[in-house]
Structure formats: C-alpha cells, structure tokens
C-alpha cells in the first residue's frame, strides 16, 4: 500500500518547545510499520525553543532559514542542508537567528511520544 502525506492535509499546531510542527508521519496515527516519526517545523525570526529533552535520538534537517543549535551546552550555527544527529537525553534547544521562519524537519527513532519528553522551564 502506497501512503502519500502532502503537507498541506496535515495539521498544524504548537509543539511543546513552542515551534509550529506539522506531523506527516507517525505509526501510532497511520497503520505503518515505521519505527520513527516525521515532522516538519518552523521557528519565526528571532524566536528560539523551549529546551527540553528526549529520551530517544532526534535527527533536524534544516530546510531553510538560519539559526544556531544548542545541545547540551554546546553551539553550532546551522542552515539550509544541515542535518544535526541529537543523542537521547540531550538537552536541546534550537534559535532562530535569521530575518525568515526556520524550516526544519524533525525525525525522532523511535517514534515521538509525550511521554518520552521533558520540556525544561527556565
């Protein structure tokens, strides 16, 4: 069975670290058998994520925009054709530092659940 999800028909809502997420795909939400999850993202200029942190590993790959990468401490500017390797229990945070949205795609082995996040509150 082939699935195509088209962006558009998802829908889009506010992430928990506050970017706008649309999920395109999720095993828990279709009959897949897929161990991850995929997601798009978008954070306005001069925004920058809550930090939080998952118990399994997340992959961004930045699609447009320019931003900086914080991980556990650590900083790297990123931009489009970037990919960022997030291990489990990171604490993450992502800031956008251009003048356009951040556009990014999120993919989260195993798949994302509430559960498996723990958003960090200043």
């Not at 920058?48 to 650590?74: A, C, K, Q």
């Amino acid at each position: 069975m082939m699935l195509v999800r088209r962006l558009d028909d998802c829908e889009e809502f506010i992430a928990v670290d506050g970017s706008r997420l649309r999920e395109l795909l999720h095993p828990d939400k279709q009959d897949l058998r897929l161990g991850y999850s995929l997601a798009r993202a978008l954070a306005a200029p001069g925004m920058t994520t809550i930090p939080h942190r998952l118990n399994r590993s997340e992959v961004y790959y930045i699609v447009s925009g320019r931003g900086t990468m914080h991980i556990d401490g650590e900083s790297e500017p990123v931009g489009p054709g970037a990919a960022v390797y997030i291990p489990p229990g990171s604490t993450q945070f992502i800031e956008n530092t251009g003048d356009a949205e951040l556009e990014f795609i999120c993919i989260v082995d195993p798949a994302w659940r509430p559960e498996g996040e723990e958003v960090l509150r200043p």
